[in-house]
């Protein structure tokens, strides 16, 4: 199995920055597709992000597609969400999520993915 940790959430004013980490156990990041989601209280669990390290691709939600950066360090086994121009909006828990053999235009959809962390809480205020 695979184990997820995430971290770095926190509070921020809005227009502030935080970047999320997510650790991973083997050797994940180089052979599975890797997914950043988010859920506000009393909201479904929706996309922000994913990576697939093998393909070198990239893909955002509308959301926070020129706000948020998705990358790897293959050597640490880790992912980053790097999350700039907070709004209140993006309040929620993240969560960090992985899955082998997860066709790479199916990463927006979370039952798709076979393993999560436990999340981290963002707050951004106003």
């Known amino acids: 199995q695979v184990q997820l940790v995430e971290s770095g959430g926190g509070f921020v004013q809005a227009g502030g920055s935080l970047r999320l980490s997510c650790a991973a156990s083997?050797?994940?990041?180089?052979?599975?597709?890797m997914g950043w989601f988010r859920q506000a209280p009393g909201k479904e669990r929706e996309f922000a992000a994913a990576?697939?390290?093998?393909?070198?691709?990239?893909y955002y939600a509308d959301s926070v597609k020129g706000r948020f950066t998705i990358s790897g360090d293959n050597a640490k086994n880790t992912v980053y969400l790097q999350m700039n121009s907070l709004k209140p909006e993006d309040t929620a828990v993240y969560y960090c999520?992985?899955?082998?053999?997860?066709?790479?235009?199916?990463?927006?959809?979370?039952?798709?993915?076979?393993?999560w962390g436990q999340g981290t809480q963002v707050t951004v205020s106003s």
């Open positions: 990576i697939s390290w093998s393909l070198g691709s990239t």
């Open positions: 999520a992985a899955d082998r053999y997860l066709s790479f235009r199916r990463v927006a959809n979370k039952d798709e993915y076979a393993y």
């Open positions: 083997g050797r994940t990041l180089s052979t599975y597709v």
